[in-house]
């Protein structure tokens, strides 16, 4: 039986394809294993770096909705667009304006249009929004029977992004100032205590207009919503107190594990530390640098986790054809399918935002990783939107999906190992540093 945590990503994960499973069909031809030779030219570690994040890019930028500019959900998602994924979006549009992909103006301007979209169109409740709705009018478009209406850990996802464009778009003028107010109205609607549901000492994922409580999901610990007690914590309007997240997620501290894998000490998570992107979607913006409570320290927590994964696949202990270039176990599509992959739950299936996420993490690793993607297996994973979701070296298989959720990270965490840019920018919200500071946190940024 899967422990609790890892059969909550499992459902999730089946569940988060719009096209019901995932796609891409075997390619004809010799394996990763058999064929060695470079696809690509040669370039310094740095001109990759940036040509990985402007091709990326692309899948938000010219791939966004034309209506609402919002992050489809993956490429063949029609009118559906997602929450988090467009925050992720949001995040990619900042570094976009930051590498001279696109003008400022250019930016601001998508963002505007995006922010206007959510303020007068697309459908919330209680402040939050759903996993997905239409990119053209904001009707919810429901995820599953039950979740119809608010997800709160999506719109963490969403409000980490617009926090991060509300700093990095700081000028006088009348076009970013409106911007700032726009994200003000957005993150001040979210009325984070309304998802303790009646007043539990916890926070609930869903709620439904019709359905209320029926997903009954708490949001608790180790997992990828720790954003989600930060920003409930941080709101100026509606905030937790800190027995929230005391209770709710730490559990009092029972969310510790404390095991040790490949001789690294893992403070938390199930075990092997789980998929890999616990240790990224929360990370975007927060900047997990000397960031500490009593119960970890988040650097070496989330190193530890990556490196971790990367021990596995390096051993390759099911013969899944991986090796210490070709690694990276988290949530994608697989053939006929998506699941939240990792050592605990390996199908053979190696996603390259896992590795290429990890960066500020593992550079070494990640590095050796994106070197194999590109130069030796370019031909193909490296599509007109990056890199694709996922490949199986063992069967041959080659996904031709995106995924908003996949991509956003790839360039994010890159930007955040190259100059620290999202994380400077969350860190730098006045409300967060209060926030983690009632929470019991320690960070650089924390005065």
Known sequence: MLKPILWVFLLLGSLSSCSGKGDGAPVP??????????KFERISRDALLTKVQQQTFKYFWDFGHPVSGLSRERNTSGDIVTSGGTGFGVMAIIVAVHRQFITRAEGLARLKKM????????????????????????????????????????????????????????GAGEEESSLRKDINDIWHAVDWTFF??????????HWSPDKGWAMNM????????????????SSPTHAIPKSV????????GAMRTNRTY???PLPLGPEYGGPLFFAHYSFLGLDPTGLRDPHADYWEQNKRHALINWNYCKTDPQNRGYSEKLWGLTASDIKDGYTASSPTNDVGVIAPTAALASFPYTPEQSGMALDYFYYKLGDKLWKEYGFIDAFSPKTNWFASSFLAIDQGPIIVMIENYRSKLLWQLFMGCP????GLKNLGFESPYIP
Not at 29 to 38: E, I
Not at 128 to 136: D, E, L, M, R, S
Not at 225 to 231: A, D, E, P, Q
Not at 245 to 252: A, I, Q
Request: aromatic share 14%.
């Open 218 to 233: 708490a949001i608790s610990g180790w997992n990828e919503c720790l954003i989600t007690y930060v920003l409930a914590a």
């Open 29 to 38: 031809g010799p394996g990763p294993s058999k064929d060695t030779a470079d």
């Open 115 to 170: 922010t206007t979209f959510l303020k007068t169109k697309a459908v919330a409740y209680h402040g939050a929004y759903p996993h997905w709705f239409n990119g053209a009018s904001g009707a919810t478009v429901p995820f599953s029977a039950n979740d119809n209406g608010a997800d709160l850990v999506e719109t963490s996802y969403l409000i980490q992004g617009l926090l991060c464009a509300r700093q990095f778009f700081n």
């Open 245 to 252: 997240y005391d209770e709710g997620w730490t559990r009092n």
């Open 431 to 434: 409300e967060v540093k209060a």
């Open 262 to 264: 490949y001789g690294l």
């Open 196 to 205: 303790r549901k009646n007043g539990e000492q916890k926070l609930y994922w």
